[in-house]
């Protein structure tokens, strides 16, 4: 599986922006895809997933009630919609995808493909 994250920027505090990470193979469809992202001087975090057939999600709680995931298994791509964006939000921004497809993984290593990243600023 590889993955290309896109759609990074800079916006203003309480803004929007939405993230897409196109993945191509021939296991993607069966693939849960997880959220992460990592800010200058700290580890890399688990924002959410959403399991392969898009009918279960899961947040990190900081960001639960503003982001959403989804995706579309015919354009095979995931989304991270990111609402009220705030200074603490600014990171890279990082998808991931693993074979096991369902339940909650919330840790790098339990992914197995990851895409280069792509940088989100939230200006206050």
């Known amino acids: 599986v590889q993955l290309q994250a896109s759609g990074g920027g800079l916006v203003q505090a309480g803004g929007s922006l939405r993230l897409s990470c196109a993945a191509s193979g021939r296991t993607v469809v069966s693939s849960a895809i997880g959220w992460f992202r990592q800010a200058p001087g700290k580890e890399r975090e688990f924002v959410g997933r959403i399991n392969w057939s898009g009918g279960r999600t899961w947040y990190a709680d900081s960001v639960k009630g503003r982001f959403t995931i989804s995706r579309d298994n015919v354009k095979n791509t995931a989304y991270l919609q990111m609402n009220s964006l705030k200074p603490e939000d600014t990171a890279v921004y990082y998808c991931?995808?693993?074979?096991?497809?369902?339940?909650?993984?919330?840790?790098?290593?339990?992914?197995?493909?990851w895409g280069q990243g792509t940088q989100v600023t939230v200006s206050s």
């Open positions: 991931a995808a693993d074979g096991q497809g369902f339940g909650v993984r919330r840790f790098e290593y339990e992914y197995d493909y």
